[in-house]
C-alpha cells in the first residue's frame, strides 16, 4: 500500500496517519511526496464518495490523490491526466523514485481527456485557475462518464460558488461540502450533455504591416490575446529572406508565426510542453497562408535538426526555479548554426544575462514595454 493510502471512514476518505519514527525502517529513503496543492489535498481528506471502477483524475501537483486512488481495492484503474508534457513527465518521475507507489497510474499528456467510459473523474481546481479551462474540463468530464458516474472537484477557497454555478449548467445534482480550507463538489451525470460547447478562439494583431491570425484553446498561454512579452520580443527581432526560425515555448504560435509573415520563404519549427499549444500552432498556420510550419510537442527542448536554425526566440515561463528557462537556453544552443541570432524576453533578466553569456556573444539586455529582451549570438 502507498504510505499515505486512504482508509474508509463513514463519512470520508482520509490519509492514514504517518507511522511513529522508531517503527520506519531505517532504509527506508524513499523521496518524500511533495506536498500537495491546497484544491488536491482537501480531496484526500474529504473525498466525497467510495470511489470504484475506472477512475480518471487531473492534478495541480504531482498526481498525490491520483495515487491514493489507485491503492483503492475497488478501483479498478486510473488514468492521471496533463495537458502539459513536462507536468507529465514530473510526475512519472516522482512515481518512479517514490517506492511507496507500487499501484501503476497510467499517466497521459495529450490535448483533451482520454475517451471514456469512466466510473468517476476528479478535477482538483484553484480559485487562482483559468475559468474557462476549469469550463472545458466540466463538459469535457461529463462527456466521459457513464450515466450514473460522478465528478468530485475541489476548489481551495472556502467561499466559492463560482464552481457550484458552473457545475449546475452541466449537472442536475451537485452537493456542496464547505470545509475550512476549501469545497469539495459531487456532481452526478443522469444523461450524456446535449449540447458541447468549442472554447477554442481566433484572434488577430498587426505585425509589421501584416493581419497576424492565432488559434487559441483554454490551457494555452495568453488565451484569447497577445501577451505583452510576445509584443515587445516582436519589437526586438528582425528576420531575414529565407532564414529557419525556432520559435521556443510556441503557444499559440502568435510570435513565430508573425516572423514568417515578415520575408519570403521563412520556415518555422515550434516546440512546446503544452500538448494545446503544439495543436494551436500548426492550426494557425494555414489561417495565414504559411506552409512552412512544423510544431512538435517536447518537455525537453529536443531539436529535431540541430545546428541549422538561424535565429531562436523564446518567452520562457517565470515558475520551476528557472528550470523551464534553462531548458529553452540549452535548446537555443543546439538549434543554432554558427552565427545565429537568440532573444528572450523576461522580466528578470539577469539570470538570462548571467546565463547566455556563458554559452553565446555579443550579448544584449534591451527594455521594452516593462520586459527585458536578452539577446546574443551563438558562436562559432
Request: proline share 7%; glycine share 8%; aromatic share 8%.
Amino acid at each position: 500500500m502507498p504510505r499515505f493510502a486512504l482508509l474508509f471512514r463513514t463519512t470520508a476518505y482520509v490519509p492514514r496517519n504517518k507511522p511513529p519514527e522508531d517503527e520506519v525502517e531505517d532504509d527506508d529513503l524513499s523521496p518524500s511526496p511533495p506536498r500537495p496543492a491546497s484544491a488536491e489535498r482537501l480531496l484526500i481528506e474529504r473525498f466525497p464518495v467510495h470511489p470504484a471502477g475506472r477512475i480518471l483524475c487531473t492534478s495541480l501537483g504531482r498526481g498525490q490523490l491520483a495515487a491514493e486512488l489507485a491503492a483503492i481495492p475497488a478501483v479498478t484503474s486510473v488514468t492521471l491526466w496533463f495537458v502539459d508534457t513536462y507536468a507529465a513527465q514530473e510526475t512519472r518521475e516522482w512515481c518512479d523514485l517514490n517506492s511507496a507507489i507500487t499501484q501503476p497510474l497510467e499517466i497521459v499528456a495529450q490535448t483533451d481527456l482520454p475517451e471514456g467510459p469512466f466510473d468517476g473523474v476528479v478535477v482538483p481546481s484553484s480559485h487562482r485557475g483559468e475559468g474557462e479551462m476549469v469550463r472545458d474540463l466540466i463538459q469535457q468530464a461529463a462527456d466521459r462518464l457513464v450515466d450514473g458516474g460522478w465528478l468530485a472537484c475541489g476548489v481551495d477557497n472556502p467561499e466559492d460558488r463560482w464552481m457550484h454555478d458552473e457545475l449546475r449548467k452541466v449537472f442536475k445534482k451537485v452537493r456542496r461540502d464547505a470545509h475550512h480550507h476549501g469545497v469539495v463538489y459531487l456532481a452526478t451525470r443522469e444523461a450524456a450533455p446535449k449540447r458541447m460547447r468549442n472554447f477554442k478562439a481566433e484572434f488577430a494583431f498587426r505585425d509589421a504591416g501584416n493581419l497576424v491570425k492565432v488559434v487559441t484553446r483554454p490551457g494555452v498561454f495568453s488565451h484569447r490575446e497577445l501577451d505583452l512579452g510576445a509584443r515587445a520580443l516582436l519589437e526586438a527581432v528582425d528576420v531575414h529572406v529565407g532564414e529557419r526560425v525556432l520559435d521556443l515555448g510556441c503557444g499559440s504560435g502568435a510570435v513565430g508565426l508573425a516572423l514568417s509573415m515578415r520575408q519570403p520563404g521563412i520556415s518555422l519549427h515550434g516546440i512546446d510542453a503544452n500538448t494545446r499549444a503544439v495543436q494551436c500552432t500548426l492550426e494557425g498556420a494555414p489561417l495565414n497562408g504559411l506552409e512552412r510550419v512544423t510544431a512538435t510537442v517536447t518537455a525537453t527542448g529536443e531539436i529535431p535538426t540541430p545546428g541549422t536554425f538561424d535565429l531562436a526566440v523564446g518567452n520562457p515561463p517565470y515558475h520551476s526555479q528557472f528550470r523551464i528557462a534553462e531548458i529553452f537556453v540549452q535548446a537555443a544552443r543546439r538549434a543554432l548554426k554558427p552565427g545565429g541570432r537568440v532573444a528572450m524576453v523576461t522580466r528578470k533578466p539577469e539570470w538570462f544575462d548571467a546565463r547566455m553569456r556563458q554559452f553565446f556573444s555579443e550579448i544584449e539586455v534591451r527594455e521594452s514595454r516593462t520586459y527585458y529582451v536578452v539577446s546574443g549570438r551563438q558562436r562559432g
